[in-house]
């Protein structure tokens, strides 16, 4: 089966950074894709991660371990609309199946 | 593009009561996906299409639950008869598909479905 693992929480405040991680246990893995949920609204993309290594996109970078079967998210510069819910999302390459975790509560304080 | 469409943004209805909620997936998207999302359960995958075939309803939670494709631009799923379980938000979402990797899935505002 597929099973993915990551913080059901993490608070920080205005400027700092955070990680948050995840770890998964899956068959036909392709990669690992990171979304963002503010309250209320729909999933969106952040960033994927093929191949080992780190990707930046702005204030965000996502990191992939085939080896160790994890990957983290890495948001700098918090700023008080980085409050959401952020998922890890596991790529199957099937017609672009992708198995969500349940998502961490990112909430950022001043 | 206007992006992935749902319809209705919000539904209210008695238990018992048939359901019928609507997506439009971007153009040239190859594959759409119905997910529902509560805080008990998360992000579930119900059912997914490539090319307007269903690939994998496994996540349909019951006879219940149906889905149909019947072109590329049009997706419903359906309930019935409605539960008070059935509560949740619903989300449609596309993407290119066709390919391993990156696929990145474009969401729809989501369905709010009261069952009372």
């Known amino acids: 089966g597929q099973s993915l693992e990551q913080p059901s929480e993490v608070t920080a405040v205005e400027g700092a950074i955070v990680q948050i991680n995840c770890t998964y246990q899956?068959?036909?893995?392709?990669?690992l894709s990171w979304y963002q949920q503010h309250d209320g609204g729909a999933p969106t993309f952040l960033s994927y991660n093929g191949l080992d290594g780190l990707e930046e996109t702005g204030r965000f970078s996502s990191f992939l371990s085939r080896s160790d079967s994890y990957g983290y998210l890495l948001l700098q510069e918090l700023q008080m609309k980085d409050s959401a819910s952020y998922f890890c999302?596991?790529?199957?390459?099937?017609?672009?199946?992708?198995?969500f975790g349940d998502g961490t509560t990112l909430t950022v304080k001043p | 593009d206007a992006g992935v469409i749902q319809s209705p943004r919000h539904e209210v209805t008695e238990m018992g009561q048939e359901v019928t909620l609507r997506c439009k997936p971007i153009s040239g998207h190859n594959s759409l996906f119905w997910y529902r999302q509560t805080m008990m359960r998360g992000l579930e995958l119900l059912i997914y299409f490539n090319n307007n075939v269903p690939i994998d309803d496994s996540g349909m939670p019951e006879d219940r639950f149906s889905a149909k494709m019947p072109n590329a631009s049009f997706s419903t799923l359906k309930i019935q008869p409605s539960e008070p379980r059935d509560s949740a938000v619903y989300f449609c979402?596309?993407?290119?598909?066709?390919?391993?990797?990156?696929?990145?899935?474009?969401f729809g505002a989501g369905t709010r479905l009261s069952v009372l």
């Open positions: 899956t068959s036909g893995f392709y990669g």
């Open positions: 979402a596309s993407s290119r598909g066709g390919f391993a990797g990156k696929n990145i899935q474009y």
């Open positions: 999302a596991v790529n199957h390459g099937n017609a672009g199946k992708s198995t």
